[in-house]
């Protein structure tokens, strides 16, 4: 069983900058293609960015194209979102999801993964 944990979530300005972890237990990520994404209150679940096993790929979703970057931790077992240029729309709870097959650029649709972490919540607001 894959067990994820997501930290780094809070409360930030417009403009600022969060950095997301994704961590497992008792496996390591090395092997799983990694999605992050996000739901706001009211809204559908949406699909922010994945990244490969061997990180050689990596997909974005366009509204956060150019501000996110995801990447994997060398031998920490974990795989980062980097957020910057932060704005209100951004507000969701933000979940890692983990699946051993790779999608491709489908790897954006949540129904795809197997294993979920419970969320952090990221708040955006002056």
């Known amino acids: 069983q894959v067990q994820l944990v997501e930290s780094g979530g809070g409360l930030v300005q417009p403009g600022g900058s969060l950095r997301l972890s994704c961590a497992a237990s008792g496996v390591s990520l090395d092997y799983y293609a990694i999605g992050w994404f996000r739901q706001a209150p009211g809204k559908e679940r949406e699909g922010v960015s994945c990244i490969s096993s061997s990180a050689a790929n990596t997909y974005y979703a366009d509204s956060v194209k150019g501000r996110f970057t995801i990447s994997r931790g060398n031998a920490k077992n974990t795989v980062y979102l980097q957020m910057n240029s932060l704005k209100p729309e951004d507000t969701a709870v933000y979940y890692c999801?983990?699946?051993?097959?790779?999608?491709?650029?489908?790897?954006?649709?949540?129904?795809?993964?197997?294993?979920w972490g419970q969320g952090t919540q990221v708040t955006v607001s002056s």
């Open positions: 999801a983990a699946d051993l097959f790779w999608y491709g650029s489908r790897c954006l649709e949540g129904t795809l993964y197997k294993y």
